[in-house]
């Protein structure tokens, strides 16, 4: 075990009754709920006929000469000069024609291979903060080994199914390589598959390739069963940087995910009305979706979106607001509209685990289950508006998705579930407390939480009247203390350690 670790000892299986944190098995969850549609098809054309308008008339500049090509080959107008690039509806409609609506994504636990499309949802790491809190040892900047301690969580929470692009960046290391040690962490300390970095080609191909080291495939294998995924994220409005796109290429011509998601904030990076923010937040993405089937016909490939708004008087991004969950829901109307699976967030805007962050990522959440999201990514975690992640808040989100899982499990209508029996064995007046029917399903009949406390208030008093964000504390420590390294061969920690090694020299002081 490396000694980074807050806490020692071996994981201890949760189960009702036992030590070890009660927690949901791990399992591919399905959304068999109707999704909700909160536009009628009317606007939903309306917003498409808008943003072809914008890809047609107004164009995408793209800073990268390989996009350029492909684009041009594909019939685009291309200005070189400007490097906009404009396409029509038919280049779209081609592209769709070949994106498929949904993929398997394999790890190197073959036991947890995610399904992403129809009803399957999964539930991502926050990725992406350069800071780091708990309420021990307060806010700090992002380090190696509060990474490491993430990915364990990570594996150890079942709520979990999936690991974001550093779910905090390890500041001490340099920017150009630190990537090899977040992948090796992900690798080694998870049997999870995670999001790679796309920014550049070499990002990317070093993701594919250490996944496939540690699944033992081979490059053509990963091709056909894909392992890793990736983030591009569209500098809106309207730009695609030459890292971005090179890494979008390089993953789509290897046979890996993509999810192409806009950052559209409302009032800064779009107008101010959400009619509009989708307009151009559904073009970006498309876009996008073009670019990998242009790269490799079939690739797999997201719709994400990421819209949202910003404070007014402050210039601040929010989430969790009434404007971002029902951009959530019409999201998910756009992607199903042109077949594919479907990305979005439940992020919140707070400092602090507090009543403002469950709030807002309760209500975000809420619009990405009603939107009928395939991957809700930053899912566990995310705080201070993407900028710090949060041992606590992680611990609140995994109860938040513990409910969600719990809630989206279909009712049994089975005759004994119906009860009749038990109805009429317990007299007018009686209870059922020591009914057969109620004691056969003493440890089953309703979702047991791992964070919330439902003693009366003199016995929570006698226990030290611990709030929701000291027993978060306690969880996590817990959760590390339990966690168990998942066994990995000794002859591929061996490759693994050897291609990071070798790479990092490769790199030296260069780019990736």
Same mark, same amino acid.
């Given at each position: 075990?490396?000694?980074?670790?807050?806490?020692?000892?071996?994981?201890?299986?949760?189960?009702?009754?036992?030590?070890?944190?009660?927690?949901?098995?791990?399992?591919?969850?399905?959304?068999?709920?109707?999704?909700?549609?909160?536009?009628?098809?009317?606007?939903?054309?309306?917003?498409?006929?808008?943003?072809?308008?914008?890809?047609?008339?107004?164009?995408?500049?793209?800073?990268?000469?390989?996009?350029?090509?492909?684009?041009?080959?594909?019939?685009?107008?291309?200005?070189?000069?400007?490097?906009?690039?404009?396409?029509?509806?038919?280049?779209?409609?081609?592209?769709?024609?070949?994106?498929?609506?949904?993929?398997?994504?394999?790890?190197? $636990?073959?036991?947890?291979?995610?399904?992403?499309?129809?009803?399957?949802?999964?539930?991502?790491?926050?990725?992406?903060?350069?800071?780091?809190?708990?309420?021990?040892?307060?806010?700090?900047?992002?380090?190696?080994?509060?990474?490491?301690?993430?990915?364990?969580?990570?594996?150890?929470?079942?709520?979990?199914?999936?690991?974001?692009?550093?779910?905090?960046?390890?500041?001490?290391?340099?920017?150009?390589?630190?990537?090899?040690?977040?992948?090796?962490?992900?690798?080694?300390?998870?049997?999870?598959?995670?999001?790679?970095?796309?920014?550049?080609?070499?990002?990317?191909?070093?993701?594919?390739?250490?996944?496939?080291?540690?699944?033992?495939?081979?490059?053509?294998?990963?091709?056909?069963?894909?392992?890793?995924?990736?983030?591009?994220?569209?500098?809106?409005?309207?730009?695609?940087?030459?890292?971005?796109?090179?890494?979008?290429?390089?993953?789509?011509?290897?046979?890996?995910?993509?999810?192409?998601?806009?950052?559209?904030?409302?009032?800064?990076?779009?107008?101010?009305?959400?009619?509009?923010?989708?307009?151009?937040? $559904?073009?970006?993405?498309?876009?996008?979706?073009?670019?990998?089937?242009?790269?490799?016909?079939?690739?797999?490939?997201?719709?994400?979106?990421?819209?949202?708004?910003?404070?007014?008087?402050?210039?601040?991004?929010?989430?969790?607001?009434?404007?971002?969950?029902?951009?959530?829901?019409?999201?998910?109307?756009?992607?199903?509209?042109?077949?594919?699976?479907?990305?979005?967030? $439940?992020?919140?805007?707070?400092?602090?685990?507090?009543?403002?962050?469950?709030?807002?990522?309760?209500?975000?959440?809420?619009?990405?289950?009603?939107?009928?999201?395939?991957?809700?990514?930053?899912?566990?975690?995310?705080?201070?508006?993407?900028?710090?992640?949060?041992?606590?808040?992680?611990?609140?989100?995994?109860?938040?998705?513990?409910?969600?899982?719990?809630?989206?499990?279909?009712?049994?209508?089975?005759?004994?579930?119906?009860?009749?029996?038990?109805?009429?064995?317990?007299?007018?007046?009686?209870?059922?407390?020591?009914?057969?029917?109620?004691?056969?399903?003493?440890?089953?009949?309703?979702?047991?939480?791992?964070?919330?406390?439902?003693?009366?208030?003199?016995?929570?008093?006698?226990?030290?009247?611990?709030?929701?964000?000291?027993?978060?504390?306690?969880?996590?420590?817990?959760?590390?203390?339990?966690?168990?390294?998942?066994?990995?061969?000794?002859?591929?920690?061996?490759?693994?350690?050897?291609?990071?090694?070798?790479?990092?020299?490769?790199?030296?002081?260069?780019?990736?």
């Amino acid at each position: 075990m490396s000694s980074d670790r807050k806490g020692g000892g071996r994981r201890v299986r949760a189960a009702r009754g036992g030590e070890g944190i009660v927690q949901l098995p791990w399992r591919q969850v399905r959304n068999t709920c109707p999704p909700m549609n909160l536009i009628g098809e009317e606007q939903l054309e309306q917003l498409h006929r808008n943003s072809i308008r914008i890809l047609s008339e107004v164009g995408i500049r793209v800073m990268s000469g390989k996009a350029l090509d492909l684009f041009e080959k594909a019939g685009a107008i291309v200005d070189r000069d400007e490097q906009v690039i404009r396409i029509d509806e038919s280049i779209v409609n081609a592209a769709l024609a070949t994106a498929p609506s949904s993929f398997t994504l394999t790890s190197r $636990n073959p036991a947890k291979r995610l399904t992403l499309g129809g009803d399957a949802m999964v539930f991502g790491l926050v990725a992406g903060p350069p800071n780091v809190h708990d309420c021990i040892n307060g806010r700090r900047q992002g380090n190696l080994t509060d990474y490491r301690n993430f990915t364990r969580l990570a594996h150890h929470f079942n709520a979990i199914h999936i690991i974001g692009n550093q779910v905090c960046a390890p500041m001490e290391l340099p920017a150009n390589s630190r990537h090899l040690d977040t992948y090796h962490a992900n690798l080694t300390l998870s049997d999870l598959s995670f999001h790679c970095s796309a920014i550049g080609r070499g990002r990317a191909l070093d993701g594919i390739k250490m996944m496939a080291i540690a699944r033992g495939a081979s490059l053509e294998e990963m091709r056909a069963e894909p392992g890793v995924i990736t983030i591009i994220s569209v500098n809106s409005p309207r730009l695609f940087d030459d890292a971005m796109a090179d890494g979008l290429i390089a993953m789509a011509e290897h046979g890996q995910p993509v999810t192409v998601t806009p950052f559209t904030l409302m009032g800064a990076m779009t107008p101010v009305t959400l009619a509009a923010a989708l307009s151009q937040q $559904n073009a970006e993405a498309l876009f996008g979706v073009v670019l990998t089937q242009l790269a490799s016909p079939g690739a797999p490939v997201m719709y994400g979106a990421f819209t949202s708004n910003v404070d007014m008087r402050s210039g601040a991004p929010t989430f969790g607001t009434p404007e971002n969950t029902k951009a959530n829901i019409i999201s998910g109307q756009l992607a199903r509209r042109y077949g594919l699976p479907y990305r979005t967030s $439940n992020s919140n805007a707070s400092n602090a685990v507090d009543l403002q962050a469950t709030y807002e990522t309760e209500m975000s959440t809420w619009g990405a289950v009603l939107g009928g999201a395939n991957m809700i990514y930053h899912a566990a975690g995310w705080l201070e508006g993407g900028l710090t992640a949060s041992y606590e808040k992680l611990v609140l989100d995994v109860e938040i998705l513990q409910n969600m899982m719990a809630f989206l499990e279909p009712v049994s209508f089975a005759e004994d579930d119906l009860g009749f029996d038990a109805i009429r064995s317990v007299p007018s007046g009686g209870h059922f407390f020591g009914a057969e029917h109620t004691m056969a399903r003493y440890d089953t009949a309703f979702y047991r939480p791992m964070l919330s406390n439902w003693q009366n208030f003199g016995s929570w008093q006698d226990a030290g009247s611990r709030d929701a964000l000291q027993r978060a504390t306690d969880i996590w420590q817990k959760a590390l203390a339990e966690y168990e390294e998942p066994v990995l061969d000794p002859a591929i920690r061996e490759e693994l350690d050897a291609y990071v090694a070798r790479r990092r020299e490769e790199i030296g002081g260069g780019e990736p």
